[in-house]
């Protein structure tokens, strides 16, 4: 696949994690006419802008960066900086209440990947903290939380729904923090089964600050981040996967066990999701994945599954509420779950449309979230029909399947 330089500087800042990192790509890339407007605009929309200061600012000749564009990506760094040193000060805190109700917490995603293999805590954005917790510490962890400052927005399709694979959302508004507790790592309405007893027999034991908490094993980490890319919106996260498992590889090294990558990817169902983002890695950073590990995950690999994820599993607006309403039982819960989906709770149209929660203004939105709500629907209704189509062109052009994965990237 033929990459500008603009994606190819992209895809150069997620090889280099340390000072002996070679920077010798990076160094020549910088030298040509590149188009600083586009590269920080991606960069922002990928949610890796402050990693890209993170190793750009370093370099020996980053003067002939144009200094307006290094001032963007050190803005987003400063911002992300802040928000996060916020967040994972929050955490310790939270990890000692847990801790002394009995409760162990792994951390997910960017909690766990800035904890272990990023050497910067703005080096990777943050939009929320996800943790995992045992199915039978649930409402123990749930109760930590509300009695320290977060509330949850729950209408009745949330205390039904119990096939999701977190809580709704926690939040505290005096501090902005948004938490997802999770149970499993697998994604609902998914056909993987991934077996959270094997999962929780590989965690292993960190400290953040003061506070111990546990991680995925490495292994876990690399799984849990392929299949969730592609029940996400993988146009805008795909760059930020490629960087998070570029540095699971980097930091883990040899201790990284591919054969039970393997193993687990088929036993678990996965193997096409992992098999995709490891292709990209292999192929695109040429990170070293075993030869080994590739082949056996292309062997039960399948297109259709591939571009069943990319389209089908993100569901459109229009379709998840038609989802819940469906799912929800009887007449007077169906009204009572529309009615809270039009006026949701205070704290969570304070949350939704970034305003104080005891400002008066909130209310105003009540008006406003009808209108916004329709015209959302109508768009929705737009994309559901163009996504089928698009669904049904892909299975029938009976591509291979790293053609499909490369159409993938090449449309981020």
Not at 192 to 210: H, L, P, Y
Not at 354 to 359: D, I, M, R, T, V
Request: glycine share 2%; net charge positive.
């Amino acid at each position: 696949m033929k990459l500008c330089d603009e994606d190819k500087l992209l895809l150069y800042c997620s090889k280099i994690l340390s000072e002996n990192s070679n920077t010798d790509e990076l160094t020549q890339l910088i030298q040509k006419k590149l188009n600083w407007k586009k590269v920080v605009k991606k960069a922002k929309r990928h949610s890796i802008a402050s990693a890209m200061y993170c190793i750009l600012s370093n370099l020996p000749n980053n003067k002939l960066i144009q200094e307006k564009y290094l001032l963007e990506l050190k803005e987003d760094y400063l911002d992300t900086l802040g928000r996060n040193t916020i967040a994972f000060n929050e955490l310790n805190v939270l990890l000692k209440i847990f801790k002394q109700a009995n409760i162990e917490v792994v951390l997910l995603k960017g909690a766990a990947l800035l904890a272990s293999v990023y050497p910067d805590v703005a080096y990777r954005f943050m939009s929320d903290i996800d943790i995992l917790v045992r199915d039978s510490d649930l409402s123990k962890a749930r109760d930590c939380l509300l009695s320290h400052g977060y509330t949850q927005n729950i209408s009745p399709y949330n205390l039904q729904k119990k096939k999701s694979h977190h809580l709704p959302p926690f939040w505290n508004p005096a501090k902005n923090i948004r938490i997802e507790m999770h149970w499993t790592i697998r994604i609902s309405d998914s056909d993987f089964n991934i077996n959270m007893a094997e999962v929780w027999s590989r965690i292993q034991k960190t400290k953040t600050g003061e506070a111990d908490t546990f991680l995925l094993s490495p292994e876990d980490m690399i799984l849990h981040l392929s299949f969730h890319l592609f029940f996400s919106n993988v146009n805008v996260m795909i760059f930020r996967t490629l960087y998070d498992i570029a540095a699971i590889f980097q930091y883990y090294g040899e201790t990284i066990d591919g054969k039970l990558i393997t193993n687990c990817s088929i036993k678990y169902g996965l193997e096409t999701p992992v098999y995709a983002v490891l292709f990209l890695l292999k192929t695109q950073l040429s990170i070293n994945v075993p030869a080994e590990v590739l082949s056996q995950l292309h062997a039960k690999s399948s297109t259709i599954q591939l571009n069943r994820m990319k389209v089908f599993h993100k569901q459109t607006a229009l379709e998840n509420v038609g989802r819940n309403i469906y799912d929800t039982r009887g007449l007077k819960r169906k009204i009572s779950f529309i009615f809270f989906l039009i006026f949701p709770s205070l704290n969570y149209v304070a949350h939704k449309y970034s305003l104080p929660a005891n400002s008066k203004i909130v209310y105003l939105y009540y008006f406003i979230r009808p209108f916004h709500l329709l015209y959302k629907y109508i768009i929705s209704a737009l994309k559901t029909i163009g996504k089928f189509a698009n669904l049904f062109y892909r299975n029938i052009s009976n591509q291979k399947i790293e053609k499909s994965i490369n159409n993938i990237f090449a449309k981020r």
